[in-house]
């Protein structure tokens, strides 16, 4: 909703004002997505208490639990070579597959 009598003041600024005006806008928005922000952080906190934990233990176990997906296939030629089975294919599934051999002959 626009205010009318801002409206009618913005019309009448100089090119300076109102730059200095986008400033102090700028400024604002910036420090209302802080506000939020933290407001966000102490509801989190606030939640991760009342359930015993706190919000830096729930993060760190997210992380430790971010695990790859174990490897499925095996290049029989280089054991170090692995893949999961998801994602793109690595050129090695690729060129045996081109060949005509069955994805299965890899599986670990």
Do not use: C, V
Not at 17 to 25: A, H, M, P, T
Not at 26 to 31: C, R, T, V, W, Y
Request: glycine content about 6%; overall charge positive.
């Amino acid at each position: 909703m626009r205010n009318e009598p801002l409206a009618k003041n913005i019309d009448n600024m100089s090119r300076e004002e109102l730059l200095s005006l986008r400033q102090d806008i700028d400024k604002a928005l910036g420090s209302l997505e802080e506000r939020r922000r933290a407001d966000a952080r102490a509801a989190a906190e606030k939640a991760a208490r009342e359930h015993g934990f706190s919000l830096d233990e729930i993060i760190a176990a997210q992380k430790k639990s971010g695990k790859k997906n174990p490897p499925k296939y095996r290049n029989p030629e280089d054991p170090r070579q692995t893949w999961s089975g998801r994602g793109r294919q690595p050129a090695w599934i690729k060129d045996a597959l081109n060949e005509g051999k069955s994805l299965d002959a890899f599986e670990i």
